[in-house]
């Protein structure tokens, strides 16, 4: 059943015909530099935003910023701003399809800007959403998405369309003294108490799913998207785990039994982190980040060839803590060592000045982190052995902690 004119259900998603983005759709993409934010800064929130663009199937052709001390009610972008954009679209050799902006716009300020530019109009969260519904395979991760859809749909009701179809339509659809938008809203509100009442039946079937693993040490990948997690998860499992070169090539969490040494473990990877990831996306996805919160140890992967690396620390950081799941033992894992060496350093560099580069550059992080860290190439295989002894060592040391006299699990 269609609850939405101008939507339609693939499968479990919920899809806007007029925004879905279709493939190697042209897109401009749109930025807005406010206070405490550089040039620089802007450019590199851009390139990830090209990068989602890219993971969703569209095609940049051209980028705007406009610093603002804060955005315009209306329209986000001031009247000028909008207007060179609209002479770029106006007079552009390349036929330009949809605006992608950096920032989360409300209802009216889309449909204002779709009024202005005559072209259609998605949001960062908007697009996150399109990505996350191509790639949700299981029922949950429908569900999960399906919900955070709704969310997001609610509070732009008003500004997005002014009628949506009857659920039931005729008598009994629309309470006394209801007017059609309010009655639009109670569809939404019904449609998402029953989605969450779905996500409490799967969340107890991942409880029970748990508790039947018995008394193994938990090991969780956490991580910014697209840092090399799943395939750190197939390299230390030895086992083939989905991974690709896009933005959360995982949703759904994949835990394996892995042994070394004669002591198991449990090792799982989960969906990744990113900057202005959706506060009601991180809500629907907490039953599957479950894993991450009932972790024992967390091996927080670091892609170190990223420019801004540190900057998605701080993310990953920020979102655990949001997960309750900071209060951890935890492992740094600086990994993709191989790309960081080709990004750095020069061809023509002797070999000796460059190694002796990398030796002050994990000198300077193992004395930040205390010596919890390591420098691996997941792709590379380079410093797995080391890895391997270290996370050994930290899930030993745990059993003997919890199991002190069940040497079965550590001698």
């Not at 990223?306 to 990994?335: R, S, W, Y």
Request: proline content about 2%; some cysteine.
């Amino acid at each position: 059943m269609v609850l939405f004119p101008n939507f339609e259900y693939k499968g479990y998603h919920l899809i806007d015909k007029n925004k879905k983005i279709k493939k190697s759709e042209k897109a401009i993409l749109v930025g807005l530099i406010q206070q405490h934010q550089t040039d620089e800064q802007i450019e590199e929130y851009l390139d990830e935003l090209a990068f989602l663009a890219e993971t969703a199937g569209a095609i940049e052709v051209k980028r705007f910023t406009q610093r603002r001390e804060r955005p315009d009610g209306r329209t986000f972008l001031g009247k000028g701003k909008l207007q060179e954009i609209k002479q770029y679209i106006d007079r552009a050799d390349t036929e330009v399809d949809i605006l992608i902006f950096d920032d989360e716009l409300t209802g009216s300020q889309i449909l204002n800007i779709e009024e202005a530019l005559d072209k259609h109009v998605l949001d960062r969260s908007d697009l996150i959403l399109d990505i996350f519904a191509a790639r949700a395979t299981t029922a949950q991760a429908r569900t999960q998405v399906e919900l955070a859809q709704y969310q997001y749909i609610l509070p732009r009701l008003r500004g997005m369309w002014t009628h949506l179809e009857r659920q039931g339509g005729g008598i009994g659809t629309r309470g006394p003294g209801e007017t059609e938008i309010e009655t639009d809203r109670r569809i939404i509100r019904d449609k998402v108490s029953v989605l969450k009442k779905k996500l409490i039946k799967f969340d107890k079937q991942g409880q029970t799913q748990r508790k039947e693993r018995g008394e193994l040490i938990r090991v969780s990948l956490v991580g910014y998207t697209n840092v090399g997690k799943s395939t750190i998860m197939r390299v230390l499992s030895k086992e083939e785990v989905f991974a690709e070169n896009k933005l959360f090539a995982t949703l759904d969490t994949t835990t394996r039994k892995v042994v070394y040494e004669r002591t198991p473990f449990l090792l799982s990877d989960t969906v990744g982190f990113i900057r202005k990831l959706p506060h009601h996306l991180v809500e629907s996805f907490k039953s599957t980040l479950d894993e991450t919160r009932e972790a024992d140890i967390l091996l927080h992967v670091v892609d170190l060839s990223h420019p801004t690396f540190e900057d998605q620390m701080n993310v990953v950081n920020g979102t655990l803590k949001e997960l309750n799941a900071f209060d951890k033992p935890v492992i740094i894992i600086f990994n993709k060592l191989d790309l960081y060496e080709k990004k750095a350093f020069d061809e023509w560099l002797e070999p000796e000045v460059k190694e002796q580069l990398l030796k002050e550059l994990i000198a300077s992080w193992k004395k930040r982190l205390d010596g919890n860290c390591i420098f691996i190439s997941a792709q590379e295989k380079t410093n797995i052995a080391e890895f391997r002894d270290i996370l050994l060592k930290k899930v030993k040391d745990l059993y003997r902690e919890r199991y002190p006299y069940k040497t079965v699990f550590y001698e």
